[in-house]
Every structure is written in C-alpha cells, then in structure tokens.
C-alpha cells in the first residue's frame, strides 16, 4: 500500500508539472485583474508595519515574537521574511492580514488601519484587499474547487464571483477538476486551487506563508513565477519561508532576528 501511494503521489507530481508547463508564461496578462489601479495610488506604501510588538504567554512565561519590528512593502515589491522556525514568521503575517491585533505599533493597509475598524467592516477589507496563501492550503474538504474559490466572496459579496472563478479555474489548469473536492486533487492541484480563491477579489497584496513547501521544484517553480507575474502587475507580495530558492525570487529579504526584522544581503534576487 506504501508503495502504492507513492507511485501516485509521483504520478500526480508528474501530472502538475506537465499541466503548469502548458499554461501561458503571460497567462495573468490575459485576465484583467485592474492592478494599473494600484500602480495610479496616491498612497506611497501598500503595506506599512510600523514598531510592532507581540508577546505570548507560554508554559507560565512571557514570549517576545515580535519587538518593534518594522517593515514597509509598496506595489510591484516581492518581499521575502527568513528565520528560523518560532521567530515570530508566522505572527507577523497573522498581523499583517488584519488576523491578529498587535500590543504595540501600527499597520497601514492600503491607507488605512485595519484594527481600527469594527469586525465586520474589517473583515470586509480584508477579503477586499488580500490574499493568502498557505503551505497547507485550508481549503474546505467537503467543498468543490469552484466552491472553495468562491469561498472569499461570501465576505464581500462581489459581483459576477461566479464568472470570475471559472475564468481563473481555466488559468491555473483546473477547469477538469471544476467539481472535485480537495482529497481527489493532488498537491499541485490543491495549491493551484489556493492561488485561485486568494486571487477571486482582486487583491493588491498577496501574504504566503511558505507556498512551496509541500511542493516539488517544478511546481514550486510555476508558484513562484505566478507570484512574479502578480508583482510585475502591481501588487505586492510578502513571503514568509525556510526555502532559499524562494527567498532569491524576492527582490528584497528580511530576516527575524530577537523580534526584529533586519535586511539580509546574503540573499540576491535571481
């Protein structure tokens, strides 16, 4: 049986890489995703973390994740976060989503604090305006692929979300696997179906919280090029990962270090 599941597990790591190979090297180009909006703003900085503080309680003491940390991402910026694992990687996008209030220090979105809205309103900018991607994918198990790239637009209520899915569906290679569920996709095809739901309301800001972890290269490869193509466009991307490779796709790299985010030269963008 071992064997079994790893001839297919191979099999599906085949069929992904031949699938992202036939997709367009331009292929967002072909969608209007609007992001000219973005590049016309007014607003110098898309995402702004100013002096941000985070401590835990843990086992009786105080842990420090983050410490004044800081950092400012604009359109058309690939920004990539090392560190090792419990550096607070993972707690600074939390924050930067408008998922978790820090103790200390500002977040700008787009212009604005998200913490300083009511719940609702915030959890409405927020499917507005990001998108997340994750290593494990969270998608719903019992849920199609066309229903879990609607997901976002049950907080927003966005016109035409239907349309919308399907043309990205077809963009990221799906379209025959509309009305699977997520056990009867492979990896590749599960983190295809991710990328799509964070893409379904137009986001100017993409947070991936290592993507291409549960990858192969080439499908690593094929994330990490469509994260290009969205920056090339206009947005911003802020990406969190043990994955060197990953990191060189960054224009700019920031470690963690006590709490406090630092610039890391030593690794150059390809």
Known sequence: MCNLNAAQSFKHQQQDSQEFSRLPRNFLKSYDFSYSEIANTDIRMLL??????????????????????????????????????????????????????????????????????????????????????????????????????????????????????????????????????????????RQRTALARAMLNKPKILLADEPTGNLDRDNADSVLGFMDEFVKDGGAVLLVTHDDNAAARAGRTETIQDGRLVHDPSIIAE
Do not use: W
């Open 48 to 189: 702004d973390l100013s002096n941000i503080s985070k401590t835990y309680e843990s086992k009786g003491r105080q842990v420090q994740a983050l410490d004044h940390a800081s950092l400012a991402i604009d359109g058309g910026e690939f920004v990539a976060v090392r560190g090792p694992s419990g550096c607070g990687k993972t707690t600074l996008l939390l924050i930067a989503g408008g998922l978790l209030a820090p103790d200390t220090g500002t977040l700008t979105i787009d212009g604005k604090n998200p913490y300083d809205m009511p719940a609702n309103e915030r959890a409405q900018f927020r499917g507005s305006t990001i998108g997340f991607v994750f290593q494990q994918f969270h998608l719903v198990p019992y849920l199609s692929v066309l229903d879990n790239v609607l997901a976002p637009a049950m907080a927003t209520g966005l016109n035409g979300a239907k349309d919308h899915a399907l043309e990205l569906i077809s963009h990221f290679g799906l379209e025959h696997r509309v009305d699977h569920v997520p056990g009867q996709l492979s990896t590749g095809e």
